[in-house]
């Protein structure tokens, strides 16, 4: 498996949501910034990426640095 997979990999395994902190234990920053340009992950905020794939209210979720529950969870 490429490096590119290996991240996508670990941002599944994470829930679809994880911190760049936690992207660059397992991966380099060229590793994510080709991730990023091939539209296999996303950035969500400052510090926060989700897997392109994933459903929309992890993504926001993730985006607002909190987690789906409730209504929001309920859909997935």
Not at 32 to 49: K, S
């Amino acid at each position: 498996m490429d490096d590119v997979g290996a991240l996508a990999d670990e941002l599944a395994r994470r829930g679809g949501v994880a911190s760049r902190a936690a992207l660059l234990r397992c991966a380099s920053r060229g590793t994510l910034e080709r991730a990023a340009a091939g539209g296999e992950v996303v950035r969500l905020a400052r510090g926060a990426w989700g897997l392109a794939g994933a459903p929309p209210a992890v993504l926001a979720a993730g985006a607002a640095r909190g987690v789906a529950s409730h209504a929001s969870a309920a859909q997935l």
